[in-house]
């Protein structure tokens, strides 16, 4: 008996049930291990043997598992300690992966979940454990290493510019409009605010500011700007990342109270209405909505881009072949070959490659004066999030 | 030269401008008028006389305009006055009329709108202009007499009931989930709110509360009864009108500075940060996220309801057959012959029965404890908003 795991980990996305489903179909076609087991809630479940055989599931279960959004086995928030520190868990692991004859464990998540992949790799090689341990990579943030792009991120950028589409068609309907804010996830890194450049209308960008983390937040520069494009326009569109931060790195959400998850990281929110804050301060105009995206941005399937459900699903049958093929310690990833016609390759990097570290939004992609996007950057994005709605209005503020 | 004029109102919705074009089309089909203008802004674009000829539009622009959310034509929130009080509006109105060989005017627009239909129509005959006033139907809050439901609210509870579903999924993978609470729009009228009861997973209705602005609330009894199911089932899901009130009829939101619209309508919103407030103060738990669909729920056409988009386009139609019959004073509807299978007849009622009334949620489809929707309403609802998304997902928390 030779049997596989599979578990989630981390925030949920549209696809991350695809690679599960992706490792578990593909597993069926080339029979590699006799059972693929379900942990569920991650490596918490895992460690209560909270898991089932896959194979309980019928077809329909399983294309209806894999066409669902949010993390279909249940997720954790729970950081695996160094093995210096808490022997005891990582004894307790492998014991459970020896019972139940799992000679493979794989765990789909983003940054910090592939940091439980290297360190769980290297436990096995250090005491001897005939263990492969591989990651799926995922997370609607796109901030990690090597991969071209996030399975998650493409429906999540779908999402957020066909809602900034949206909104801002239904922001401009009067003779008197207002400014109009949209507040998107990303505490460090900002692809999520920046995939916002695909909400195009009249052949122009809907975004007249997009704010994103990596750019430290010139207040001042910001209001005059603002203030100048209100003047011109009679409205304002403008995208925030929540993680948008001021030059000595304190959130624009900071005077909101900061509690902190599992992980460290500080839970942010209301970015968006700082910014109200500040053009209301400014006596711009006190016609300013706000808009945050929140959880359905990494959980709305209805908007999913077909690229990124596509690619999870291969991304499961990847790590398969890579467990099948010895390795250990490696990372699913996919590296583009070309924009147009879009084509990627599907490989494997180190796990250390990738465990903790955050790939930021491109500073050469962010023009000069760091309030927006600049045009080129739309060639990465398009294939990602695949068929954007077309739309057409008639009155005249459209034609700005 | 026999003219008609066209122009919307209010709230923007996703199948507004399919009521527009479907007028354009039923005329272009049996010619009863030479042009159809369209008015820029709504009233207020019509007494500046900014209006064009829809007829140089393309086929390809007609169509990709039928498939635009939002006010195409743009919008205003232009309240006309009694005539008595401002005869000159109006007689500016008639002078533009006769000069642009408008027989016939059609506003798009809610329980304000059609009450200038009433006003105009009124005056037209007082007035002896042989000018036909009629008015289509349109609101996402779906507060109008008469209609079995209004344009627009289709779409909306199709957006609303999938966001439900989707962060239903969402709020809850891990094993110490929290409360979730969604925020409708809905000042006067649950309708949106109520389609909640759309979202479903495993044969049962996602929400554990709906909670209606026709519905004084309870506090004490909320917040006991959240208590309740948080220790039953570790997690509660909430949707929320933003126009709950108390019994006094302060609205819940109140704490938050209110203004007013130019109807005088309250600008609502925090209603959901209210109730996330009173979880707090009775110690339920702290793990509470708070989403507000904001614009979202009434532009969001790439989820949009078949149904509402043809029906909003046979309105248009049907407005016009009334026009060229000689009526006047009149607004399109359509009335329900069954819900299975699902048949709707379209005619028409006189303005004054939907101007300025408001159609409230009706008292025997909330539960007895006034804090969710019975089922026997879901008939009213399921075939509004057409096919919705099916999901499944394993890990036991779904089992509840």
């Known amino acids: 008996m030779k049997n596989c795991l599979v578990a989630q980990s981390g925030g949920p996305t549209s ?29 918490e479940g ?26 279909g086995l249940g997720s954790c928030r729970y950081k695996l300690k160094d093995s210096t520190v ?14 139940h004859s799992i000679d493979s464990f794989f765990y789909i998540g983003g940054n910090d979940s592939q940091d439980t ?33 996030t399975p998650g991120f493409g429906s999540a950028a779908k999402y957020i510019a066909t809602s900034v589409l949206e ?50 937040f010139d207040e ?21 990342s929540e993680g948008v931060k001021y030059p000595n790195g304190d959130f624009l959400a900071a005077t909101k109270a900061q509690s902190h998850d599992s992980f460290g990281h500080a839970q942010l929110g209301g970015a968006g209405n700082a910014i109200k804050a500040i053009i209301e301060a400014n006596g711009i105009t006190k016609r300013i909505k706000v808009l ?47 924009d147009e016609p879009y084509k990627v390759n599907f490989t494997s990097t180190d796990a250390a490659n990738i465990a903790n570290k955050v790939k930021y939004f491109p500073a050469e992609w962010v023009t000069p004066d760091g309030f927006n996007i600049k045009e080129e950057a739309l060639s990465y994005f398009v294939p990602l999030a695949g068929k954007m709605p077309e739309y057409r209005v008639i009155h005249k503020y459209h034609n700005m």
């Open 46 to 71: 895992v460690l209560r043997e909270d898991f089932f055989d896959m194979s309980e599931l019928t077809d329909e279960e399983v294309e209806l598992l894999r066409t669902t959004p949010s993390a």
């Open 167 to 216: 909104s801002y068609l239904d922001s401009l309907v009067y003779t008197n409009n207002g400014i109009f804010i949209v507040e998107t996830m990303g505490r460090d890194a900002g692809w999520l605010a920046a995939s916002a450049c695909l909400a195009r209308y009249n052949g122009r960008q809907c975004a007249d500011f997009i704010l994103l983390p990596e750019v430290p």
């Open 86 to 99: 808490n022997k005891e868990e990582y004894e307790k692991l492998f014991d459970i992966f020896s019972r």
């Open 292 to 338: 945050e995206l929140s959880v359905l941005q990494r959980c709305a399937f209805h908007a999913v881009s077909e690229v990124d459900l596509e690619e999870s699903g291969k991304l499961g049958k990847t790590a398969l072949e890579l467990a099948a093929a010895g390795e250990t310690g490696k990372v699913a990833i996919l590296v583009r070959e070309s």
């Open 117 to 149: 992949v290297k360190k769980l790799s290297a436990y096995a090689k250090e005491n001897g454990f005939d263990v492969r341990i591989n990651g799926i990579p995922k997370t609607v943030d796109n901030d990690l290493m090597v991969i071209d792009h």
């Open 220 to 240: 001042a520069a910001f209001a005059a700007k603002v203030k100048e494009t209100f003047e011109k326009k009679n409205h304002v569109y403008i995208v925030a």
């Open 15 to 43: 696809v991350i049930n695809a690679s599960a489903v992706g490792l578990y179909l593909a597993n069926k076609e080339n029979g590699h291990f006799d059972k693929v087991l379900a942990g569920l809630n991650g490596i």
